[in-house]
Nanobody, 126 residues
């Protein structure tokens, strides 16, 4: 059984930093495309950053480029998202997700990912 779990969310002032972590059981991040996504109230879920292993690249949403960094610890099977210079518009529920084994996502769209955590709330106050 696959389980994905995010942690590290919280309340931070604008300009501050947070680091999110994601661990999984039943799947190996290193062998799949993985990513971070977010959903704000009243908005659709969007891709924040993804590691497209199948194409050897990392994607970032334009809104977070230069501020967020995605990384992966293969030995610990952990996925991270470091967030700096946070803005109120970054407030959302942040999710970690992984693709189906052997499936090439080619992108950072939520519909391309199969296994999801419950999310961790990030709130940025102005």
């Amino acid at each position: 059984q696959v389980q994905v779990e995010e942690s590290g969310g919280g309340l931070v002032q604008a300009g501050g930093s947070l680091s999110l972590s994601c661990n999984a059981s039943g799947l190996t991040f290193a062998t799949r495309d993985v990513g971070w996504f977010r959903q704000a109230p009243g908005k659709e879920r969007e891709g924040v950053s993804c590691i497209i292993r199948s194409e050897g690249r990392t994607d970032y949403a334009d809104s977070v480029k230069g501020r967020f960094t995605i990384s992966r610890d293969n030995a610990k099977n952990l996925l991270y998202l470091q967030m700096h210079s946070l803005k109120p518009e970054d407030t959302a529920l942040y999710y970690c997700a992984a693709s189906t084994s052997g499936y090439y996502t080619h992108d950072c769209r939520p519909n391309s990912y199969t296994y999801w955590g419950q999310g961790t709330q990030v709130t940025v106050s102005s």
